[in-house]
């Protein structure tokens, strides 16, 4: 549901109350409670987007009035300005060439709050075509975990298909799984499968955050296996003829798809508060279309599903 699509009253309602400080849950609990579909949330993120305004941290307290509430924050919140900043993990580019076993990768930029890196020559163009070929035969339409009832539904926030690969599926999957695990010293153990994704012209993935809310019901199974994500790695396998950026709304940053290159950000900290600047999307594709392989790590062992 567009924002621009609602009723001007509703539109006053929501920009107020995004203005008054609410959290993005606590107004669409509350739309929801009169009566609203859930599709409201996402006129309600847009409207947030749109203000320029930080998403004010989830809180458990329940929407009570327009005005702006001050609830204690969850233990696992990251507060903007407070102190003590939680320490994310920086899995660090030290140097402007890594040797990863197999090849030299190379550090393009590295951004400390929040943490992100681009990474150049990561894949070579024979993997990125193989990923690609590979997974043709086998996309479905992508699904996001519906955060209060733990199924994975399909969502016009997320328009890509795609496809996984188990950890070792083939030798070409295991070394380049072995070179993840070496650039960010991260055991492969960790890993989720390698996602697949596809857009075609039109396809987005709507701003989001890759960690999962574990105050959410729907988010503990999920979570059960390897606990929460710490980082993503997305590696672009084609290079887009125009649009498919891969966006951090929060820090005005867009990174264009490169083939072979690697986009990695991390939002857990060893504590478990999570980066809420680490927010992000894939843009529209507006001319031909975009390919990338995804790599999630978590704080444990992964095994659902993983080999
Ligand atoms: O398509 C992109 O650039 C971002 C993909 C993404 O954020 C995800 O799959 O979680
Ligand atoms: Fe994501």
């Given amino acids: 549901m567009e924002f621009a699509e609602l009723q001007p009253e509703l539109q006053q309602w929501i920009r107020n109350a995004v203005k008054s400080g609410h959290h993005l849950s606590v107004m669409v609990d509350a739309l929801l409670k009169a009566g609203y579909q859930p599709g409201i949330s996402q006129a309600v993120e847009q409207c ?42 920086q899995f660090a580019a030290d140097g402007n060439q890594i040797d990863v076993g197999d090849r030299q990768v190379e550090v393009r930029f590295a951004l400390k709050r929040p943490n992100i890196v681009l990474f150049a020559n990561l894949l070579s163009d024979s993997e990125c075509d193989a990923l690609v070929e590979m997974s043709k035969p086998n996309l479905q339409p992508s699904r996001v975990v519906n955060s209060d009832r733990g199924s994975f539904d399909l969502r016009d926030t997320r328009t890509s298909s795609g496809t996984h690969f ?44 890759d960690f999962f809310n574990p105050e959410k019901p729907g988010n503990h199974g999920v979570l059960c296996s390897g606990g929460q994500r710490i980082g993503t790695l997305i590696m672009y396998l084609n290079d887009v003829t125009s649009g498919g950026a891969t966006v951090f709304p929060r820090v005005g940053l867009d990174v264009l798809p490169q083939k072979g290159a690697g986009l990695f950000f991390s939002y857990t900290s060893d504590g478990g508060a999570l980066d809420y600047q680490t927010l992000h999307g894939g843009s529209p594709v507006v001319a031909g279309e975009k390919w990338i392989a995804t790599k999630w790590l978590r704080m444990q062992d992964y095994t659902s599903g993983a080999s």
């Fill in 48 to 89: 947030i987007l749109d203000h320029g305004v930080g998403l004010r941290e989830p809180d458990s307290a329940p929407a009570r009035s327009a005005k702006a509430q001050h609830p204690a924050s969850a233990p696992w919140v990251t507060t903007p300005g407070s102190e003590k900043h939680p320490r994310f993990h």
């Fill in 166 to 209: 188990r950890r070792g599926e083939t030798p070409m999957i295991a070394a380049i799984e072995a070179r993840i695990a070496r650039l960010l010293a991260v055991p492969e153990a960790r890993g989720e499968p390698l996602q697949i994704l596809n857009y075609q012209v039109g396809a987005e993935y709507r701003p989001h955050y």
